[in-house]
C-alpha cells in the first residue's frame, strides 16, 4: 500500500468513528441540500441546463488548444502578460520572478485551489515574503497552518468556538460566539492588508475565450478588493478554466451558484479583461495570467475521463457523497478532495499511488447525479480500479478472482460450497471478529447473514422433481 | 443462498401472472465482484456464462437493481469490442430489474398483496442511478393492502455496502450504514423495504450487531405476501 | 521550445482521439442543436422564468433583493430619490461619501451636500476606506437574480462599489432586464470590442457562510447594498 493510502485509511477510519465530526458535516451539508434544493426547483429544465452546460465544456475542452490562442490573444492585446508554466515548479518560479522584480514584500491572496496544488504559500512564504489569504475561511485555515477541508467551504469542518479559539490566540482578540463578531475581527485584520499589499494574486473560475477575460466568483468581496487596490495582480489558472464565448457565463455562473452553495447566484461575479486601461481611476498597473498545465494535459489524453476536466469545482459531488460526508475532506490527503479529487489525483500525481481513492468508493453515483456538467464520476472510479489492475495486478487478488471465476462457473461446486458454508457457519461464531475470522473485515461491525437452510437452487430442484 | 425466499416470491409471482418461469441452474453470479474490483478479465469468462445461457430468454428478471445495473449496463461496456458485444447488448434491452419489469414491461402494479405493516423503502444505488427505477417499486407498494409507505429522509443515500468496498474499507461502509439506520429508525417503521439484497445484507448486518429494531426484507416478499 | 509551444502540443497530441460527447449517444448531433454553438442559444429556456411585463419583472427583481437581504425601492422621480438618500444619510449619519461622476449621481450627491471622494480620476485607497456610503450608477439590474451589474465604466471604477460599508445604486426603470442571457447581450452591444477591464454582477451585499454555514453579511465588502430605481 502507498503512504498516501496508509494515511487514508488511517485517518479515514478515525474520523469515521468520531461521531461528532460526523454529526457537523451531515447537518451543514443537509442545510446546503435544502438551499439547493430549493433553488433547482426555479429552474426551468434543470436537466437540460445540465447537459447544454456538458455540451459547452465539452467544446471548450476538445477544442482546447484553440480556445487557449484566441483567449490569450484577446487578454494580451489589452496589456496583459501572460505566462504559461508546464508544472508547478514553473508556476512558482514565474510568480517569484514578477514579485522579485516589483521587489514586493507583502501578499494579498484571494482563494486560490491551483495555489494550493502547487503549494505556493509555501514558496512564497519560503522567499521571506509576508503572504495573507483573505477568504476567511481560507484565513482561518491558514492561521491554523492546516489545508482547506473543502475546496468550497475550507473551514467546515470548525465550530465557532474553535475560531473564537484561535482568533484570541493568534490576533489577541477577545472571545466570542457570535459568527458576526468573529467576522468582524478578521474584516479589521485584513482590511489594511487590501490597501498596503504590494501584489494581489487570485485565481479563476472560467477564462473567456471570446472577449479574453477571468471571472471570478465569489461571496465576500475580498476577491473584489485583492484585484482592485494593489498595483499588480497575478491570476493563477488552469488550462481548462476556458469557455468559447462570454454568454455562455449566462448558464455557468447561475448553475455554479446553485450546484455549489445553492444559491441563486453568487455574491460577486466579476470580469477582468486586462489592468487599468487608459481612463481607468483604479485598478492594477500591471495583470499577469500564468496558465497551468501541471498534468492536465495527460488527463485530457485519456479520452474516456477527459471530461473531468469539465469540472467547474463547483463542489457538489462533495457535498452530496456519503464517503466524504463520514471521513471527511482532510482525510483524500488531495488538493480536490471527494469524487472529483478521486479522478484526477491519480492522474495529477500517479495511479498506483491514488488508486486507492478509486476503491474508497460504494460507487452509488450520488456525484454523478449531483454534477452541474455531467461528468461521469463514478464510472470513472471504475475505470480507473480496472486501469491501476492492468497496469499493476496484485497477485493474490487475481488468484482469488480467478479462483473465484472457477468456482462461478461450476455450479456444482457452489452446490457444494453452499453446504460447506452452511457447516462453516456453526463453528464461526468461535472466531467471529477475532483475527482468524475470514470474513473479520464484515464482522467487526456486522453480523452474516444465515445461510438458509434451502438455498434458492435447492428449491428449484425440489420443485422439478 | 441466503435469500432463497426472494427468488421463490419472484417465481410464484410471475407464475401466477401466468408467466413461464424457468431458472437455468448453472448460473451463479454476474461477475460483478471482480468487475467492480478492477478484474476484468477475470470477470469476463463468468459473464460470458451468464450471456450464453440467458441469450435466448424473452425476458430476463433479476431480483437486484445491482446485479440488473451489471448486465444491462455494464456487460455491454465489458465485452465491447469483443465478439460477445452484440449479444451483450441485446441481452441488456431485454433484461429488467424486478419492479421495473412488472410495471414497465407488464404494466402491473396489482398483485393482490397484503402486508399490514408501515414499511420504509430504501432506494439501492444501482436500481436507482444506473437503471432510474425510483417509482416502480413505489407504485407497486401503494397496491399492498394494509402497508403504509413512510419515507425516510436519507432514502436515497447509500447503504454503505458497495461490494468489495464494504471489505476494503469496513468503517466507512459501517458509518455509511449508521447513517442509513439512523433514518430508518426515524421513520418508526416495522420494515425497511429495498429491492436490493446486498443492501438488505448491510443494513441487517449492522442492525442486529447493534441491536436495533430493523428488519430489512426484499420488495418481491411483500408482494407476495398476503 | 517556449513552454507555451509545449504545452499547446502537449493539448494537440492528447486531442488526437475524440472524446465523446456526455449525455449524447448519437454522436453526430447533440441534444440541443447541430452544434455546441446551437446548444448554447437555448440557454434561456432552461434557467427560471422571468415574466414578460414591467411590473413582473419588479416583482422578481423585489423578491429576489429581499431574499439576498439588499434594500430595493422602485420610487417615483429623482425629487423623492433625494429625499430617501438624505434619510438614509441621516440614520446612518454619513460624514463622507464616495461617488463617480455620472447623471444621477451628481445630482443626487449635490442634494446630500456632504464631502464626497470622487473616484474618477486616481484617488487614495486610504480615503475611500474611511467613507462610509459608495454611491454610483450600474449598467442594469438583473430580475432573475436581483443583481447589478456594474462596470469599471459604469460604477466608478473597482473599489467603489466594494469597499465602503454601503453601497448604493442609483438606477433608472429601463435599466431593469429580464435575465441574465440579456444582460450578456447588452454588456456586448454596449462595450462591443472595446470592453472596461472590470464588469461584476453584485447579488446582495457582501456575505461569508464559512461559519457553521450561517449567513454573516459585511464580510470584506459592502455590509449594506441599496438599490434606488427611478
Given at each position: 500500500?502507498?503512504?498516501?493510502?496508509?494515511?487514508?485509511?488511517?485517518?479515514?477510519?478515525?474520523?469515521?468513528?468520531?461521531?461528532?465530526?460526523?454529526?457537523?458535516i451531515?447537518?451543514?451539508?443537509?442545510?446546503?441540500?435544502?438551499?439547493?434544493?430549493?433553488?433547482?426547483?426555479?429552474?426551468?429544465?434543470?436537466?437540460?441546463?445540465?447537459?447544454?452546460?456538458?455540451?459547452?465544456?465539452?467544446?471548450?475542452?476538445?477544442?482546447?488548444?484553440?480556445?487557449?490562442?484566441?483567449?490569450?490573444?484577446?487578454?494580451?492585446?489589452?496589456?496583459?502578460?501572460?505566462?504559461?508554466?508546464?508544472?508547478?515548479?514553473?508556476a512558482?518560479?514565474?510568480?517569484?520572478?514578477?514579485?522579485?522584480?516589483?521587489?514586493?514584500r507583502?501578499?494579498?491572496?484571494?482563494?486560490?485551489?491551483?495555489?494550493?496544488?502547487?503549494?505556493?504559500?509555501?514558496?512564497?512564504?519560503?522567499?521571506?515574503?509576508?503572504?495573507?489569504?483573505?477568504?476567511?475561511?481560507?484565513?482561518?485555515?491558514?492561521?491554523?497552518?492546516?489545508?482547506?477541508?473543502?475546496?468550497v467551504?475550507?473551514a467546515?469542518?470548525?465550530?465557532?468556538?474553535?475560531?473564537?479559539?484561535?482568533?484570541?490566540k493568534?490576533?489577541?482578540s477577545?472571545?466570542?460566539?457570535e459568527?458576526?463578531?468573529?467576522?468582524?475581527?478578521?474584516?479589521?485584520?485584513?482590511?489594511?492588508?487590501?490597501?498596503?499589499?504590494?501584489?494581489?494574486?487570485?485565481?479563476?473560475?472560467?477564462?473567456?475565450?471570446?472577449t479574453?477575460?477571468?471571472?471570478?466568483t465569489?461571496?465576500?468581496?475580498?476577491?473584489r478588493?485583492?484585484?482592485?487596490?494593489?498595483?499588480?495582480?497575478?491570476?493563477?489558472?488552469?488550462?481548462?478554466?476556458?469557455?468559447?464565448?462570454?454568454?455562455?457565463?449566462?448558464l455557468?455562473?447561475?448553475?455554479?451558484?446553485?450546484?455549489?452553495?445553492?444559491?441563486?447566484l453568487?455574491?460577486?461575479?466579476?470580469?477582468?479583461?486586462g489592468?487599468?486601461?487608459?481612463?481607468?481611476s483604479?485598478?492594477?498597473?500591471?495583470?499577469h495570467?500564468?496558465?497551468?498545465?501541471?498534468?492536465?494535459t495527460?488527463l485530457l489524453?485519456?479520452?474516456?475521463?477527459?471530461?473531468a476536466?469539465?469540472?467547474?469545482?463547483?463542489?457538489?459531488?462533495?457535498?452530496?457523497?456519503?464517503?466524504?460526508?463520514?471521513?471527511?475532506?482532510?482525510?483524500?490527503?488531495?488538493?480536490?478532495?471527494?469524487p472529483?479529487?478521486?479522478?484526477?489525483?491519480?492522474?495529477?500525481?500517479?495511479?498506483?499511488?491514488?488508486?486507492?481513492?478509486?476503491?474508497?468508493?460504494?460507487?452509488?453515483?450520488?456525484?454523478?447525479?449531483?454534477c452541474?456538467?455531467k461528468?461521469d464520476?463514478?464510472?470513472?472510479?471504475?475505470?480507473?480500479?480496472?486501469?491501476?489492475?492492468?497496469?499493476?495486478?496484485?497477485?493474490?487478488?487475481?488468484?482469488?478472482?480467478?479462483?473465484?471465476?472457477?468456482?462461478?462457473?461450476?455450479?456444482?461446486?457452489?452446490?457444494?460450497?453452499?453446504?460447506?458454508?452452511?457447516?462453516?457457519?456453526?463453528?464461526?461464531?468461535?472466531?467471529?471478529?477475532?483475527?482468524?475470522?475470514?470474513?473479520?473485515?464484515?464482522?467487526?461491525?456486522?453480523?452474516?447473514?444465515?445461510?438458509?437452510?434451502q438455498?434458492?437452487?435447492?428449491?428449484?430442484?425440489?420443485?422439478?422433481? | 443462498?441466503?435469500?432463497?425466499?426472494v427468488?421463490?416470491?419472484?417465481?410464484?409471482?410471475?407464475?401466477?401472472?401466468?408467466?413461464n418461469?424457468?431458472?437455468?441452474?448453472?448460473?451463479?453470479?454476474?461477475?460483478q465482484?471482480?468487475?467492480?474490483?478492477?478484474?476484468?478479465?477475470?470477470?469476463?469468462p463468468?459473464?460470458?456464462?451468464?450471456?450464453?445461457?440467458?441469450?435466448?430468454?424473452?425476458?430476463?428478471?433479476?431480483?437486484?437493481?445491482?446485479?440488473?445495473?451489471?448486465?444491462?449496463?455494464?456487460?455491454?461496456?465489458?465485452?465491447a469490442?469483443?465478439?460477445?458485444?452484440?449479444?451483450?447488448?441485446t441481452?441488456?434491452?431485454?433484461?429488467?430489474?424486478?419492479?421495473?419489469?412488472?410495471?414497465?414491461?407488464?404494466?402491473?402494479?396489482?398483485?393482490?398483496?397484503?402486508?399490514?405493516?408501515?414499511?420504509?423503502?430504501?432506494?439501492?444505488?444501482?436500481?436507482l442511478?444506473?437503471?432510474?427505477n425510483?417509482?416502480?417499486?413505489?407504485?407497486?407498494?401503494?397496491?399492498?393492502?394494509?402497508?403504509?409507505?413512510?419515507?425516510m429522509?436519507?432514502?436515497?443515500?447509500?447503504?454503505?455496502?458497495?461490494?468489495?468496498?464494504?471489505?476494503?474499507?469496513?468503517?466507512?461502509?459501517?458509518?455509511?450504514?449508521?447513517?442509513?439506520?439512523?433514518?430508518?429508525l426515524?421513520?418508526?417503521?416495522?420494515?425497511?423495504?429495498?429491492?436490493?439484497?446486498?443492501?438488505?445484507?448491510?443494513?441487517?448486518g449492522?442492525?442486529?450487531?447493534?441491536?436495533?429494531?430493523?428488519?430489512?426484507?426484499?420488495?418481491?416478499?411483500?408482494?407476495?405476501?398476503? | 521550445?517556449?513552454e507555451?509551444?509545449?504545452i499547446?502540443?502537449?493539448?494537440?497530441?492528447?486531442?488526437?482521439?475524440?472524446?465523446?460527447?456526455?449525455?449524447?449517444?448519437?454522436?453526430?448531433?447533440?441534444a440541443?442543436?447541430?452544434?455546441?454553438?446551437?446548444?448554447?442559444?437555448h440557454?434561456?429556456?432552461?434557467?427560471?422564468?422571468?415574466?414578460?411585463?414591467?411590473?413582473?419583472?419588479?416583482?422578481?427583481?423585489?423578491?429576489?433583493?429581499?431574499?439576498?437581504?439588499?434594500?430595493?425601492?422602485?420610487?417615483?422621480?429623482?425629487?423623492?430619490?433625494?429625499?430617501?438618500?438624505?434619510?438614509?444619510?441621516?440614520?446612518?449619519?454619513?460624514?463622507?461619501?464616495a461617488?463617480?461622476?455620472?447623471?444621477?449621481?451628481?445630482?443626487?450627491?449635490?442634494?446630500?451636500?456632504?464631502?464626497?471622494?470622487?473616484?474618477?480620476?486616481?484617488?487614495?485607497?486610504?480615503?475611500?476606506?474611511?467613507?462610509?456610503?459608495?454611491?454610483?450608477?450600474?449598467?442594469?439590474?438583473v430580475?432573475?437574480?436581483?443583481?447589478?451589474?456594474?462596470?469599471?465604466?459604469?460604477?466608478?471604477?473597482?473599489?467603489?462599489?466594494?469597499?465602503?460599508p454601503?453601497?448604493?445604486?442609483?438606477?433608472?426603470?429601463?435599466?431593469?432586464?429580464?435575465d441574465?442571457?440579456?444582460?450578456?447581450?447588452?454588456?456586448?452591444?454596449?462595450?462591443?470590442?472595446?470592453?472596461?477591464?472590470f464588469?461584476?454582477?453584485?447579488?446582495?451585499?457582501?456575505?461569508?457562510?464559512?461559519?457553521?454555514?450561517?449567513?454573516?453579511?459585511?464580510?470584506?465588502?459592502?455590509?449594506?447594498?441599496?438599490?434606488?430605481?427611478?
Amino acid at each position: 500500500m502507498s503512504a498516501a493510502a496508509e494515511q487514508f485509511k488511517h485517518d479515514a477510519e478515525r474520523l469515521t468513528r468520531d461521531l461528532r465530526h460526523r454529526s457537523l458535516i451531515q447537518t451543514a451539508l443537509k442545510k446546503y441540500e435544502a438551499a439547493r434544493d430549493a433553488k433547482k426547483s426555479r429552474y426551468r429544465d434543470w436537466q437540460s441546463a445540465r447537459q447544454t452546460a456538458a455540451e459547452i465544456k465539452w467544446d471548450a475542452i476538445n477544442h482546447l488548444d484553440k480556445y487557449l490562442e484566441e483567449f490569450v490573444g484577446k487578454i494580451e492585446a489589452r496589456g496583459t502578460k501572460v505566462h504559461w508554466a508546464s508544472n508547478g515548479e514553473q508556476a512558482r518560479q514565474i510568480i517569484l520572478g514578477i514579485i522579485g522584480e516589483k521587489k514586493a514584500r507583502s501578499i494579498i491572496k484571494s482563494k486560490v485551489m491551483t495555489g494550493e496544488e502547487i503549494h505556493l504559500n509555501e514558496a512564497l512564504e519560503k522567499a521571506g515574503l509576508i503572504v495573507v489569504e483573505s477568504d476567511f475561511g481560507e484565513y482561518i485555515v491558514q492561521l491554523r497552518h492546516e489545508a482547506p477541508y473543502h475546496f468550497v467551504f475550507p473551514a467546515m469542518h470548525l465550530v465557532r468556538g474553535e475560531i473564537s479559539e484561535l482568533f484570541q490566540k493568534e490576533l489577541g482578540s477577545k472571545p466570542t460566539d457570535e459568527p458576526e463578531e468573529l467576522m468582524m475581527i478578521a474584516r479589521q485584520v485584513l482590511r489594511g492588508k487590501y490597501i498596503t499589499a504590494d501584489i494581489g494574486i487570485s485565481g479563476a473560475n472560467f477564462a473567456i475565450a471570446e472577449t479574453g477575460m477571468i471571472s471570478i466568483t465569489e461571496n465576500e468581496g475580498n476577491a473584489r478588493l485583492t484585484c482592485a487596490l494593489p498595483k499588480v495582480h497575478i491570476a493563477l489558472m488552469g488550462i481548462e478554466k476556458v469557455l468559447p464565448k462570454l454568454e455562455d457565463l449566462a448558464l455557468f455562473l447561475p448553475m455554479l451558484a446553485t450546484a455549489g452553495a445553492g444559491q441563486a447566484l453568487t455574491g460577486y461575479n466579476s470580469f477582468y479583461g486586462g489592468p487599468r486601461q487608459p481612463g481607468e481611476s483604479d485598478g492594477p498597473l500591471e495583470f499577469h495570467v500564468v496558465l497551468l498545465d501541471n498534468k492536465r494535459t495527460h488527463l485530457l489524453a485519456d479520452p474516456e475521463q477527459r471530461d473531468a476536466l469539465h469540472c467547474i469545482r463547483c463542489g457538489a459531488c462533495l457535498n452530496v457523497c456519503p464517503i466524504y460526508r463520514n471521513v471527511g475532506g482532510h482525510s483524500y490527503g488531495t488538493t480536490y478532495q471527494g469524487p472529483i479529487g478521486s479522478v484526477i489525483t491519480p492522474h495529477l500525481r500517479g495511479l498506483q499511488n491514488w488508486k486507492h481513492l478509486s476503491y474508497a468508493s460504494s460507487l452509488c453515483g450520488a456525484c454523478t447525479e449531483a454534477c452541474p456538467v455531467k461528468i461521469d464520476l463514478h464510472h470513472h472510479l471504475l475505470q480507473s480500479r480496472r486501469n491501476a489492475i492492468a497496469q499493476r495486478p496484485i497477485w493474490w487478488e487475481r488468484f482469488a478472482f480467478k479462483g473465484f471465476g472457477f468456482l462461478m462457473n461450476r455450479p456444482a461446486l457452489v452446490a457444494i460450497a453452499s453446504k460447506l458454508g452452511r457447516m462453516a457457519q456453526i463453528f464461526h461464531p468461535l472466531v467471529k471478529g477475532t483475527r482468524f475470522d475470514p470474513a473479520r473485515a464484515w464482522t467487526r461491525s456486522r453480523e452474516l447473514p444465515v445461510i438458509a437452510g434451502q438455498t434458492f437452487r435447492e428449491f428449484w430442484r425440489s420443485r422439478r422433481r | 443462498m441466503c435469500y432463497p425466499r426472494v427468488g421463490i416470491s419472484i417465481v410464484e409471482i410471475l407464475e401466477r401472472l401466468g408467466h413461464n418461469v424457468d431458472y437455468p441452474e448453472e448460473l451463479t453470479c454476474c461477475g460483478q465482484p471482480a468487475f467492480n474490483s478492477g478484474y476484468w478479465d477475470e470477470a469476463r469468462p463468468i459473464a460470458a456464462r451468464v450471456l450464453d445461457r440467458l441469450k435466448d430468454a424473452e425476458a430476463v428478471v433479476i431480483a437486484s437493481g445491482s446485479c440488473g445495473a451489471m448486465i444491462k449496463k455494464f456487460y455491454p461496456e465489458l465485452f465491447a469490442k469483443t465478439a460477445l458485444s452484440q449479444i451483450a447488448k441485446t441481452l441488456a434491452a431485454k433484461c429488467y430489474e424486478f419492479s421495473d419489469f412488472l410495471v414497465t414491461r407488464l404494466g402491473i402494479t396489482e398483485l393482490g398483496a397484503r402486508f399490514p405493516h408501515r414499511v420504509t423503502f430504501h432506494d439501492g444505488c444501482h436500481g436507482l442511478r444506473e437503471l432510474g427505477n425510483k417509482k416502480q417499486p413505489r407504485e407497486l407498494l401503494a397496491k399492498v393492502r394494509g402497508l403504509e409507505l413512510v419515507e425516510m429522509s436519507e432514502a436515497e443515500t447509500c447503504c454503505g455496502f458497495g461490494g468489495a468496498f464494504a471489505a476494503k474499507f469496513p468503517m466507512i461502509s459501517t458509518a455509511m450504514g449508521e447513517v442509513k439506520c439512523a433514518s430508518a429508525l426515524e421513520t418508526k417503521t416495522e420494515f425497511i423495504v429495498s429491492n436490493d439484497a446486498s443492501c438488505n445484507m448491510q443494513i441487517q448486518g449492522l442492525a442486529d450487531r447493534q441491536h436495533l429494531p430493523l428488519r430489512a426484507i426484499h420488495l418481491a416478499e411483500v408482494l407476495n405476501s398476503r | 521550445m517556449s513552454e507555451r509551444e509545449s504545452i499547446l502540443g502537449r493539448i494537440r497530441e492528447a486531442l488526437h482521439v475524440p472524446a465523446p460527447v456526455p449525455g449524447v449517444h448519437d454522436h453526430n448531433r447533440l441534444a440541443h442543436g447541430a452544434s455546441e454553438a446551437e446548444a448554447a442559444k437555448h440557454i434561456p429556456e432552461w434557467l427560471p422564468a422571468v415574466g414578460d411585463s414591467f411590473e413582473e419583472r419588479v416583482e422578481l427583481f423585489r423578491a429576489n433583493a429581499a431574499e439576498l437581504k439588499a434594500d430595493f425601492r422602485l420610487l417615483g422621480d429623482a425629487r423623492e430619490l433625494e429625499a430617501q438618500l438624505r434619510a438614509l444619510a441621516t440614520a446612518e449619519s454619513w460624514k463622507t461619501i464616495a461617488s463617480h461622476s455620472g447623471e444621477m449621481t451628481d445630482r443626487a450627491c449635490a442634494a446630500l451636500a456632504l464631502p464626497r471622494l470622487a473616484t474618477d480620476q486616481s484617488y487614495d485607497a486610504n480615503e475611500l476606506e474611511r467613507c462610509d456610503a459608495g454611491i454610483s450608477e450600474c449598467d442594469a439590474l438583473v430580475a432573475q437574480t436581483g443583481s447589478v451589474l456594474v462596470s469599471s465604466r459604469s460604477a466608478g471604477g473597482r473599489a467603489l462599489s466594494v469597499l465602503p460599508p454601503h453601497h448604493v445604486v442609483l438606477a433608472r426603470r429601463e435599466q431593469l432586464l429580464a435575465d441574465l442571457p440579456a444582460a450578456f447581450a447588452l454588456l456586448k452591444s454596449k462595450y462591443g470590442s472595446n470592453y472596461p477591464s472590470f464588469i461584476s454582477f453584485i447579488t446582495g451585499p457582501s456575505r461569508t457562510g464559512d461559519i457553521e454555514r450561517i449567513l454573516v453579511l459585511g464580510a470584506h465588502g459592502p455590509r449594506r447594498l441599496t438599490i434606488l430605481c427611478v
